[in-house]
């Protein structure tokens, strides 16, 4: 499994970004009830969670910093998840890295040790 992640750029405060997360060496079907998610690191921070699309059942979950402000959706016909994220802030900044799994459960699936498969990351900078 390949993860291509891509969307990430500079841009000011209050602005949008829509990060791109394609998948490849999966099939449509496995992609389809896979977990995938969003995490950033800024530097010096640990890797921290930011969005997830649990398996099948579509239901989304996002990270208290950006509830209300990034929308997360999956395409199964393209082996791609989407992270669109207004209203982004300076704290927004840092790599932002999809990852993919089969295997999670409910209570550890915002854990970034728990993914086996993960993008090369893309930039976001928001400038003041």
């Known amino acids: 499994v390949q993860l291509q992640a891509s969307g990430g750029g500079l841009v000011q405060a209050g602005g949008s970004l829509r990060l791109s997360c394609a998948a490849s060496?999966?099939?449509?079907?496995?992609?389809?009830?896979?977990?995938i998610s969003w995490f950033r690191q800024a530097p010096g921070k640990e890797r921290e969670f930011v969005s997830g699309?649990?398996?099948?059942?579509?239901?989304?979950y996002y990270g208290d910093s950006v509830k209300g402000r990034f929308t997360i959706s999956r395409d199964n016909a393209q082996n791609t998840v989407y992270l669109q994220m207004n209203s982004l802030k300076v704290e927004d900044t840092a790599v932002y890295y999809c990852?993919?799994?089969?295997?999670?459960?409910?209570?550890?699936?915002?854990?970034?040790?728990?993914?086996?498969?993960w993008g090369q990351g893309t930039q976001v900078t928001v400038s003041s």
């Open positions: 060496g999966v099939s449509g079907r496995t992609f389809s009830m896979s977990t």
């Open positions: 699309i649990w398996r099948s059942t579509g239901r989304t």
């Open positions: 990852a993919l799994d089969n295997n999670l459960i409910l209570s550890s699936f915002r854990q970034a040790g728990e993914y086996d498969y």
